[in-house]
């Protein structure tokens, strides 16, 4: 079993910085863990998963994966990977046992091309990890917000991008479109026409 999901609560005191800890839903938390058989598995990249984004910073991981005992026997070198946030006060998690070294090293192999969003992103990630290990500066803060606002357009101008070819596509395809459309419009004229009518029980039309 693979559970993945924001469980709005931490393992221990240590998961969270500048938020109080709810000792109840906590023991709770482990407790769940215990008779259902799952396991924890180390996070790379970010120490915390979600913050409040305010002056007054709070930190906590609150998003994980758990897994059967079962699983890391098949696979032991399992990882759950924090990826920054764009728009979310949560940060993604992926799971899995590619690095970001063997990452780049994967897509040189197959001669890919590393798409904007993509090294934006990692340029994100190396922030967010410096900042939880040495603490947010006004530098790094800054740097993070016009990296999120490069990665916000690149998202825009790859939607645009889609839209246009999408558009290509429809007009190489116009003659096969006009005809779709002629006859969805011809089965709606036919749906919608009055074959006869009556008046006071006389047909007065056909």
């Not at 839903?25 to 970010?46: E, K, T």
């Not at 032991?76 to 990826?83: A, H, I, R, W």
Request: hydrophobic share 40%; proline share 3%.
């Amino acid at each position: 079993m693979v559970l993945g999901v924001d469980f709005n609560t931490v393992m221990n005191p240590n998961e969270r910085i500048g938020v109080s800890c709810n000792s109840g839903s906590m023991r709770s938390f482990n407790s769940f863990m215990l008779q259902g058989n799952v396991v924890d598995i180390p996070l790379q990249g970010i120490k915390y998963t979600w913050s409040n984004n305010r002056d007054r910073e709070a930190w906590a991981r609150l998003d994980r994966f758990l897994l059967s005992p079962i699983i890391l026997l098949r696979f032991s070198n399992l990882v759950q990977k924090g990826l920054p946030r764009c728009l979310s006060d949560h940060n993604p998690i992926l799971i899995g046992d590619l690095g970001k070294a063997n990452l780049k090293r994967w897509i040189k192999a197959r001669k890919l091309t590393i798409t904007m969003p993509l090294e934006i992103e990692m340029k994100l990630e190396e922030i967010v990890s410096k900042a939880v290990i040495d603490g947010w500066t006004d530098s790094l803060r800054q740097n993070m917000l016009d990296l999120v606002d490069k990665l916000c357009k690149s998202f825009r101008r790859e939607d645009q991008t889609w839209r246009q070819k999408s558009r290509i596509n429809w007009l190489k395809e116009g003659d096969k479109n006009t005809k779709f459309f002629d006859s969805v419009a011809n089965g709606r004229r036919r749906r919608n026409l009055i074959d006869e009518m009556y008046f006071e029980g006389v047909k007065v039309a056909d």
